[in-house]
């Protein structure tokens, strides 16, 4: 990583989450009547940049929103959280919608309708990410935009940070660029299995195991497991997202991989807590309390 490099980008999604708690899905031809939840900021890049922020790194956010009210609430969000913004506006396309279903174990299922995320183009996330010391991409973003960031990121010196997600077997074309892979056991799966990811380019994979904690594989040696922090979780939608950011902004403050996933495993649990997709109640002070008391 370069002395000149710093901080953190997000090249991602940004949506507007309509939560609604309910016990169960509904049945196809079924209307349920649920509980409104309320109104959050999301998309995976959002919610990736707001936890990299919360946990202590400067961050940056390159993505695309609507002319309309739902951008102007995302954008008021990334600010508030201490987010550099550089979202541009779509003349054409609305501003991404997550339609997310909360049932009462904890769990939930979303439909996402992409809008003016669509848009981000190769040119938006070069620029965005010029100059950060950690990239961090998803795929609920075009693939060239994803592709050109890590590229020039890998050229430039920063190190990479890849999410898989939603899986998508081209992301495969992707490794050669990426330093750190997380994806979960789905997606691994989806995508070949660990052996084939190291195999293709990854330098390291991290693979989430939900409340099993996640495992750290790197070619030529063991896996390492850390295991996740005991909670009672409130709404899982945004736990993977923030453990995301919290890698991120750990690796770009200097810690090691093993600590940052502990790290990042303790920002994962304190959003599980509560509900949307991101909470206030994250912070480097809370994340240091949480690792403190395992």
């Given at each position: 990583?370069?002395?000149?490099?710093?901080g953190?980008?997000?090249?991602?999604?940004?949506?507007?989450?309509?939560?609604?708690e309910?016990?169960?899905?509904p049945?196809?031809?079924?209307?349920?009547?649920?509980r409104?939840g309320?109104?959050?900021?999301?998309?995976?890049?959002?919610?990736?940049?707001?936890?990299a922020?919360?946990t202590?790194?400067?961050?940056?956010?390159v993505?695309?929103?609507?002319?309309?009210?739902?951008?102007?609430?995302?954008?008021?969000?990334?600010?508030?959280?201490?987010?550099?913004?550089?979202?541009?506006r779509?003349?054409?396309?609305?501003?991404?919608?997550a339609h997310?279903?909360?049932?009462?174990?904890?769990?939930?299922?979303?439909l996402?309708?992409?809008?003016?995320?669509?848009?981000?183009?190769?040119?938006?996330?070069?620029?965005g990410?010029?100059?950060a010391?950690?990239?961090?991409?998803?795929?609920?973003?075009p693939f060239?935009?994803?592709?050109?960031?890590?590229?020039?990121?890998?050229?430039?010196?920063?190190?990479?940070?890849?999410n898989?997600?939603?899986a998508q077997?081209?992301?495969?074309?992707?490794?050669?660029?990426?330093?750190?892979?997380?994806?979960?056991?789905?997606?691994c799966?989806?995508?070949?299995?660990?052996?084939?990811?190291?195999?293709?380019?990854?330098?390291?994979?991290?693979?989430?195991?939900?409340?099993?904690?996640?495992?750290?594989?790197r070619?030529?040696?063991?896996?390492q497991?850390?295991a996740?922090?005991?909670?009672?979780?409130v709404?899982?939608?945004?736990?993977?997202?923030?453990?995301?950011?919290?890698?991120?902004?750990s690796l770009?403050q200097?810690w090691?991989?093993?600590?940052?996933?502990v790290?990042?495993?303790?920002?994962?649990?304190?959003?599980?807590?509560?509900r949307?997709?991101?909470?206030?109640?994250?912070?480097?002070?809370?994340?240091?309390?949480l690792?403190?008391?395992r």
């Open positions: 990583m370069s002395d000149a490099l710093a953190v980008a997000v090249v991602g999604s940004a949506n507007l989450d309509l939560v609604v309910v016990a169960r899905p049945r196809v031809g079924e209307t349920l009547l649920g409104a309320g109104r959050f900021p999301g998309g995976k890049g959002l919610n990736q940049a707001v936890a922020a919360r202590g790194a400067s961050t940056r956010f993505g695309v929103v609507g002319q309309d009210e739902a951008g102007s609430v995302l954008e008021a969000a990334l600010a508030k959280a201490g987010v550099d913004a550089a979202l541009r779509s003349a054409a396309a609305p501003t991404g919608v997310v279903l909360a049932f009462d174990d904890g769990d939930n299922s979303i996402v309708a992409a809008g003016a995320n669509t848009e981000l183009t190769p040119e938006d996330a070069v620029a990410t010029a100059g010391a950690v990239v961090l991409a998803q795929l609920e973003v060239g935009a994803v592709a050109a960031a890590l590229r020039a990121a890998r050229r430039s010196g920063a190190l990479t940070i890849l898989a997600a939603p077997m081209r992301a495969v074309d992707l490794l050669p660029d990426v330093d750190v892979l997380v994806v979960n056991e789905t997606e799966a989806e995508l070949g299995g660990i052996d084939r990811l190291l195999g293709a380019g990854a330098g390291t994979v991290v693979l989430t195991e939900g409340a099993a904690g996640v495992t750290l594989h070619a030529g040696r063991a896996g497991h850390v996740a922090f005991r909670i009672d979780a709404d899982t939608t945004g736990a993977g997202d923030a453990f995301c950011g919290a890698l991120a902004a770009a200097g090691d991989i093993a600590p940052a996933l790290r990042a495993c303790a920002a994962g649990a304190i959003v599980a807590r509560h949307g997709a991101t909470t206030p109640a994250l912070s480097v002070a809370a994340v240091d309390a690792v403190a008391g």
